[in-house]
């Protein structure tokens, strides 16, 4: 019995190790994709905070011109994901994105905070981003380095 545990614990590993970072790219790709659609057809729930973080730090915009760039800059995130080769771009990105998501726990505290290290719903859609940035990182730590990737091109 301990040696079935152990060939399946090695099995799950190794199916694990060879899915996760597919895996992850989707899973990317489906959450800025599908976030940036919501926002473009107005059904995001995340619009009215864009909104109101958008007219205390760019009030030379109109939330319209604003949503919609910022909706197709997050399907581009998305898409960069799962187009081979174009990871780092997407972490580059992603990098800006993520600092622009969390003002709002900053500027808008009384709407993402209901007490102290207490966030509301949206406070809490926040802090989840971490989770995304973990996961683009893991991604990037299996990125080969750009020498060892132009060291392949030329030796063929």
Known sequence: MERKLENFDIWFVHFVRRISIPLARVALFIVFFWFGILKIIGTSPANPLVKDLMETTLPFMTFEQFIIGFAIYEMIIGIAFVLPRCERLAIALLLPHMMMTFLPLIFLAPVTWQGFMTPTMEGQYIIKNLVIIA??????????????????????
């Open 135 to 156: 996961l683009a990182f893991g991604i990037a730590a299996h990125l080969s380095p750009i020498h060892l990737l132009q060291k392949k091109k030329r030796s063929r």
